[in-house]
């Protein structure tokens, strides 16, 4: 699931009017991001998972 589908289930579910922007990244934004997720999953083990049902 790509991030636009993600967002565009998100705008179904909630009923939302909200609208969907795209913005260009900044010149330095990095290509490759390699975030330390370390905490998040000592945290998120053994919690419920989210899954998606079609909406």
Known sequence: MTI???ADK???ATQ???KIVHVPLP???PKTRQPNITLAKKILIGS???V???V
């Open 4 to 6: 636009q589908q993600m």
């Open 10 to 12: 998100i705008l179904q």
């Open 16 to 18: 939302s009017n909200s």
């Open 27 to 29: 010149e330095d934004d």
């Open 48 to 50: 419920q998972k989210l």
């Open 52 to 54: 998606w049902t079609k």
